[in-house]
């Protein structure tokens, strides 16, 4: 009876791993009619197509000294389209933009496998590693990444393969091949380099623990960690060969992107490593207690038995060396966040997330075995266990289903009415100022974005329409609920050192003999129109 019902957990958390990538597939459709509709709803997305577009005209994988991120996302997107585009099909902001998100949930797919298989092989039960893998594929923040342009979904799947291998087996081998999978993680994101110290700690560990400390042994470890580097880096170097090449230009980028998340998404947040719990409830809700609890019950079961057992058996245990290294691990990490990044997104924790599932599922099956030994058979208690577990994400699943479903009714969202709007009333030749996140039907041909308008801004380029939207201009003021732009009654937020400024231009244009005058709005943009 155990084997049927293990079978019937198996099936049904495959099967809700299926719904969610091709309910994902099904979204990803959506959004990509041409690089307007790409942009109202991500700029992000928007300037991958118009990149990627560019090297494919122009055969060349150059990002032209975007080294924000590495450039393997765009380099496996560039090749799967170049592949299409021998074939005859025509690369189009569809084509491209498709394929972009398709590579993202290919990737999450596999990052939840791999955490899933990563689970079984460090001991769980397989229908408790499924819901280990199932709790990663239904995070919310987690599934949106997983159908958008970006190359966090592919990062995540390194770093698990890159950490995840070491683990496996604490030999030079697999360390070797651990920092091969950390070097693709840095060639992605430049977060996959924390990997790589905790890639070579098992070795390490289990060689300390092996034999008596001597010279040579040192000497070993350290040209071991020598060789670990030298495959990073070589690994770096091959797929982002440009960062190579211009090298002042990327180390000056890279600088910038750990200052950017070090402050704030476009303002300095406040150093309160507090407000890290504020988009982790948002993803996990009180899960957030069940994790962080069993990440503080493993530390202090690690503690117990190194009391008992002593360092070198428990370095030499494949399950105590194993827990060490991923409650080590999530304590670097999270340490790290919490006082240096504060650019405070659910996505900058996917390089953690995964194993603290891991660990914390692990530590609590432990645990809940213990207790109802005398009662039942652990296999019992596992099985029991992984049904909470399925039930949980299967209602987290219900809610990503119906978040996704949003992605049908972008045809129909006030921003793209808008855009309509004005295709339908104003030439194509009509000259349009817009904020970022406008829709602009591709009949408009002379339009100029900005993320923040300024009076310089308007008197250089004297366009005839003027866009105000939620998405930019909103970033530092907006109209209060249920009021219109002409009414002045604006919400300010003043963490934002340009709100004043950006408040006077905004004032300026509504005052009366401004030349401007308000044609329509809604909740999300404003348009204006020149006198005449």
């Known amino acids: 009876m155990l084997s049927t019902i293990n079978r019937i957990v198996t099936g049904y958390a495959l099967a809700l791993l299926a719904i969610v990538v091709a309910a994902n597939i099904i979204a990803s459709i959506y959004g990509l009619d041409n690089i307007g509709m790409v942009q109202a709803f991500g700029l992000d997305e928007a300037r991958y197509v118009a990149k990627l577009k560019v090297s494919l005209e122009q055969s060349t994988l150059d990002p032209d000294m975007f080294f924000s991120y590495g450039n393997l996302y765009d380099t496996i997107g560039y090749y799967c389209i170049s592949l299409f585009e021998r074939f005859g099909w025509t690369v189009n902001t569809q084509l491209v933009g498709f394929v972009l998100r398709l590579i993202s949930i290919i990737a999450g797919?596999?990052?939840?496998?791999?955490?899933w298989r990563l689970s079984?092989?460090?001991?769980?039960p397989r229908g408790v590693a499924l819901g280990v893998g199932l709790g990663l594929a239904s995070m919310p923040d987690f599934v949106t990444f997983s159908r958008t342009m970006h190359p966090d979904t592919?990062?995540?799947?390194?770093?698990?393969l890159g950490l995840g291998t070491s683990l496996v087996r604490p030999t030079f081998g697999f360390a070797l091949l651990s920092a091969f999978w950390a070097g693709l993680a840095f060639s992605t994101?430049?977060?996959g380099a924390a990997v790589l110290p905790f890639s070579f700690l098992p070795l390490a560990l289990t060689t300390l623990a092996s034999r008596p400390l001597s010279f040579r042994m040192l000497l070993q470890l350290f040209q071991q960690g020598l060789a670990m580097i030298a495959v990073f880096v070589a690994v770096f170097a091959i797929t982002n060969p440009y960062a190579v090449r211009d090298f002042s230009t990327f180390v000056a980028t890279l600088s910038w992107q750990m200052k950017y998340t070090s402050t704030g998404h476009g303002l300095v947040e406040p150093a309160d490593p507090t407000l890290w719990l504020i988009p982790l409830k948002q993803q996990f809700g009180l899960g957030l207690i069940y994790l962080f609890s069993g990440w503080v019950l493993a530390w202090l079961l690690l503690f117990d038995r190194l009391r008992r057992i002593g360092w070198r058996a428990a370095c030499l245990s494949a399950e105590t060396r194993c827990a060490f290294v991923l409650a080590l691990y999530i304590l670097v990490a999270s340490a790290h966040l919490a006082i240096s990044v504060h650019d405070r997104e659910a996505r900058i924790t996917y390089h953690i997330v995964p194993f603290v599932l891991?660990?914390?599922?692990?530590?609590w099956l432990s645990v809940l075995q213990n207790l109802t030994k005398s009662l039942v058979r652990p296999a019992w208690t596992s099985a029991a266990f992984a049904i909470l577990l399925l039930a949980c994400v299967?209602?987290?699943?219900?809610?990503?289903?119906?978040?996704?479903?949003?992605?049908?009714?972008?045809?129909?969202?006030?921003a793209v009415k808008l855009g309509n709007f004005i295709a339908l009333r104003y030439p194509p030749e009509t000259k349009i100022l817009a904020d970022a996140y406008t829709y602009l039907p591709p009949v408009m041909t002379n339009a100029v974005y900005t993320n923040m308008q300024t009076r310089k801004q308007l008197s250089s380029e004297a366009p005839d329409l003027i866009v105000l939207t939620r998405g930019a201009t909103g970033n530092y003021i907006w109209k209060r609920p249920n009021t219109s732009f002409k009414d002045k009654q604006f919400v300010r937020d003043p963490r934002y050192d340009a709100t004043p400024e950006v408040e006077a231009y905004v004032n300026d244009l509504l005052a009366a003999g401004s030349g401007w005058s308000l044609v329509v709005e809604n909740s999300s943009a404003v348009v204006l129109a020149r006198n005449r």
Do not use: C, N, W
Request: hydrophobic share 55%.
């Open 120 to 124: 079984e092989h460090l001991g769980l």
């Open 109 to 115: 797919v596999l990052a939840s496998l791999a955490l």
């Open 189 to 191: 994101k430049y977060v």
């Open 154 to 160: 592919l990062q995540t799947l390194f770093v698990i």
């Open 358 to 363: 891991l660990l914390s599922t692990a530590t």
């Open 394 to 414: 299967s209602a987290q699943v219900g809610f990503d289903l119906r978040a996704m479903a949003a992605a049908s009714g972008k045809p129909e969202e006030d």
